[in-house]
C-alpha cells in the first residue's frame, strides 16, 4: 500500500479519485476534489492510499498556520483501511512539524467507528472535546418507509403548513438555468444580510460554483419555489453524498417568511429523494447544545418537526502533533492580537 500527499492533482489522479468517491457509500461534498474551488484561497492537501487495485482511501486536508483540518474524511469503505490512512496522515503532518490536526469522520457510531477508535487510541493520544463544534449528529429520515408514513410522522404543524403551501399555488421545480439561480442568489444573500447570517461556504457568488459542481459532477439539485404569479420566492439546495440527500441550505423571500415555503421545499425535496433512489434524507445538523433562548434551538424544532431520528457521528479527533500544540497555537493568535493593539495604541493621533 503506498500513500501519496500532493498540492496539486493530475488529470489522471482526478478522473480516478472522483471514479472512487462516487463508488463509495459515503462521501461528504467537503470531500469532492472540486469542493477547492469555492475557497481559492485555502491551502489543500490531497491524500490518497492506493495498491495494485486502485485507490483505497482519499482525503482532502485543509492546512492553515500549521494546523491541519480533515472534514467529514477521510472517505474509505474498510475500516483497516481507514486506520492505516489516519495514520499515515499523522506522522506526516508530525515530520513537517505542524502543530495539531483535528479528523471529523464520515463514520456515524456504531461497530466501525468504535473499532477505529480503538485502534488509533492504542497508537496515538487524541482528545475528545464535548460540545457543539465536536460532537456532530444530526436527524436522518429512512426513504425506505414509504412516503405517506413518511409525511404522517411530520408534526401537526407542518403537515398543515405543507397543506396550507399547496393551497396558496406555490410550487416547486429543479433549477436549470443561471438566470433562475441569480434570482435565488440574491435572496439568498439578503436573507443572510438581513438576519446577520454567515454565508459560510457560500461567500459572494461562490453559489455559481455550487451550482456547477453539483450539475456536472451530479452531486445533487436546487429547488426553487414560486408563487401563483411565478415568482421566485425561496429555494434549497440539496447535495448527494453516496447513499444520503444532505439539506444544505435553505432561503425564502423576507417578505414572504409569513408563508410556509420551505415547509413545502423540504417534502418534496424528500418525495424527489425517494424516487431517486436515495436510502436516507439528512438534515445535517442537530445541535444538542442550544439553550431555549437560542435561534439555533428554533431551528432544531423545525428539523424535527419533519420526524425522523437522531443519529450521531463519530467524535472529532483532536491531536497534538507537538507536545501542547494546540496550546501553542492559541497562544500565539493571543500573543499576536496583543502585539497588534499595542502598536495601534502606539500610533500618534
Known sequence: MQAVFTYKLDDDEIRNIHKFCESAESCSIEQCPDWKKLFPETKFCYFYLYDESGIKSYSQIIESHRLAQINYGPVCPDKDDMVDSISEIIEYYRKKHFLFLSIQ????????????????????????????????????????????????????????????????????????????????????????????????????????????????????????????????????????????????????DLEMRSLPITHLLIFEAIKQAKIDGFRYFDFWGINHFADKEDQIYNINHFKKGFGGYYTFFAKKMNINLLPFGFGIYKMALFLKKKIIMFHLLKKPV
Do not use: P, W
Open 105 to 252: 469522520l464520515y463514520f456515524k457510531s456504531g461497530y466501525e467507528t468504535d473499532y477505529v477508535e480503538y485502534k488509533l487510541n492504542k497508537k496515538y493520544k487524541i482528545k475528545y472535546i464535548f460540545d457543539n463544534a465536536n460532537t456532530k449528529s444530526s436527524i436522518e429520515i429512512d426513504l425506505e418507509n414509504n412516503m405517506d408514513d413518511i409525511f404522517r410522522n411530520f408534526s401537526k404543524g407542518h403537515k398543515s403548513d405543507v397543506k396550507k403551501a399547496k393551497k396558496l399555488g406555490i410550487t416547486t421545480e429543479t433549477i436549470n438555468n443561471l438566470s433562475d439561480l441569480g434570482v435565488f442568489n440574491e435572496i439568498y444573500t439578503k436573507m443572510c444580510e438581513v438576519r446577520n447570517i454567515d454565508r459560510g461556504e457560500l461567500r459572494a457568488d461562490a453559489i455559481f460554483e455550487l451550482y456547477d459542481l453539483l450539475k456536472s459532477k451530479n452531486r445533487g439539485k436546487i429547488l426553487i419555489a414560486r408563487d401563483k404569479s411565478r415568482q421566485i420566492v425561496g429555494g434549497v439546495i440539496l447535495v448527494a453524498q453516496g447513499n444520503t440527500i444532505r439539506y444544505f441550505k435553505a432561503a425564502t
